[in-house]
């Protein structure tokens, strides 16, 4: 029965990473930019959510949905006067500019929050737990878990249903005819960081919620999201929450055998997943 | 005043010069047709007319606005829409989103154009879509009269674009270009690659077009077929007009000289 636990703990875990992935999926499967900074927005997301809970002495929930439109603006002005600039036939500047943002966020951090690691306070909610047989599930994991969904079944309905996704399909297809169409590529490009952002938020709330954080995470939670986005296969944002409990899955299984495994295990299961599916489980257009 | 006309309109592709100098015009309701071989020029002067591809402002007039120097979407904002050569359908839409998204952003300023807009006033600048106004994008053409003039789209509606015959294609990008109501429509080598009945069917669309307020620049290489539905005629060679005139005006010999650039 420990097992069935341990699984159910990885899947609920994957939500988190799922989350993580999330925005940079959106990102990437519109305009084919990587962004390496985006573990580290999701900590600068943190430290937004942590300076509103500071500041006005509120919940962290409610902090959030203050920094959403902070995090919404942010992406929307840094894709219009930064990204778009690098964007082109080449990949090269793409990564170095947002590799370099990383840096400049994590001393941006540094310098204004120091090194020490920080906590967001939930109170009774973070030991919260329901049972349900001989499993035992924290309400927080579960919260993250639903939010995950939430937030692609949103991102779908954006994508199929609204004006707006016809608009992020079409500009990803071919935004010179997209212009011909009356859509300005670097606008729709800008809300789709911007929305993005509100993704990251989210989170960003249960990063800093669940567990310490502190200015230099952030590589470490991009490497995560990156694995679920290709164990998903590009583009799929459903394929991403499946590559998200494959990671957590597997991290939970490896603690359980050694606890020295558990992050071990997460990037094994990524390479068997690209050694037996190169392009993922769940390749758009295959 | 004509609806569109060009002045010594240049273009060029970094170091590649490929148009020397261009004067065309359009009049209100008429159809025009752009002939020329390969590499004439042809789809430069549409991609300069669309704003694909900058020009100055001067050398472009619409409704006797500048707009050399305006971006693709502001110009199809003013009325003037594209079927681009090869189609160019979305192939992530349907049939019938292919069509929607033509008329999605017509007319008008969306939430988009107003934060430009704004910023750019907040900033001293010059409001980037002024020149956009004037076109409401209201009309005749809709989702009901698209597929009154194809009905096989209206059957296909739910399939992806791309999933259709050739000739399919090219009437959903009629129509999606027409979802806009413009009063100018261009038609980049609608007939290339179809077969002559297909090539048929969508040329006996083009009268209702013009008779619901567009008018029309076509790019054909067909010449027979060009002659048969244009008002006027302007043959390209490389980069530069070498004849114009009336199709009842003008001879075999004459297009033969301005195709090749040979005397006859």
Known sequence: ?286 | MALLETHGLTARYGDFQALFGVDIALEPGETVAIIGANGAGKTTLMRSITGVLNNDAAQIRHRGVEIGHLQADTIMKRGIAMVPEGRRLFPSLTVEENLIIGGQHKGGRDLGDRIDSFLCRLLGGPDPMELAAGHDGSGYWSLDTVYDLFPILKERRHSPGTALSGGQQQMVAIGRALMSNPDILLCDEISLGLAPVVIKDIYQALPRIKENGASLIVVEQDIGQALKIADRVYCLMEGRVTLEGRPSEITRDDIHAAYFGETA
């Not at chain 1, 925005?23 to 927005?41: E, Y």
């Not at chain 1, 966020?105 to 306070?121: K, V, W, Y």
């Not at chain 1, 290709?230 to 499946?242: N, Y």
């Open chain 1, 1 to 286: 029965m420990i097992w069935i636990d341990t699984i159910v703990q990885g899947i609920l875990l994957g939500g988190l990473y799922a989350l993580f992935a999330a925005g940079l999926s959106l990102v990437f499967g519109i305009m084919r930019l990587v962004n390496l900074a985006h573990g580290d927005l999701i900590v600068l997301g943190s430290y937004v959510i942590l300076f509103v809970v500071s500041a006005l002495g509120i919940n962290p929930f409610l902090a959030a949905a203050l920094a959403a439109p902070v995090m919404f603006l942010l992406g929307w002005v840094l894709q219009k006067l930064v990204l778009n600039r690098t964007l082109g036939e080449d990949i090269l500047p793409p990564l170095l500019v947002t590799f370099g943002l990383s840096i400049v966020i994590q001393n941006g951090l540094l310098e204004g929050f120091s090194a020490d690691s920080q906590r967001m306070s939930l109170g009774a909610l973070e030991t919260a737990s329901v049972s349900l047989g001989p499993i035992t599930m924290g309400v927080m994991p579960l919260m993250t878990f639903a939010s995950a969904i939430l937030v692609i079944v949103a991102l779908n309905q954006l994508f199929y249903r609204t004006a707006i996704g016809r608009a992020f399909r079409a500009t990803s297809d071919d935004a010179t005819t997209a212009s011909l169409m009356g859509i300005r590529p670097d606008r729709v490009f800008a809300s789709a960081t911007a929305i993005a952002m509100l993704v990251v938020t989210i989170a960003a709330l249960y990063l800093g919620t669940r567990a310490n954080f502190d200015p230099s995470i952030g590589p470490a939670r991009l490497i995560y999201a990156f694995e679920a986005v290709i164990i998903g296969g590009l583009g799929s944002l459903w394929g991403t929450l499946i590559g998200g409990i494959i990671i957590g899955v597997a991290q939970t299984l490896g603690a359980a055998i050694n606890p020295e495994w558990q992050i071990l295990a997460g990037h094994v299961a990524f390479l068997i997943v690209l050694l037996v599916r190169p392009r993922g489980l769940f390749p758009k257009g295959a």
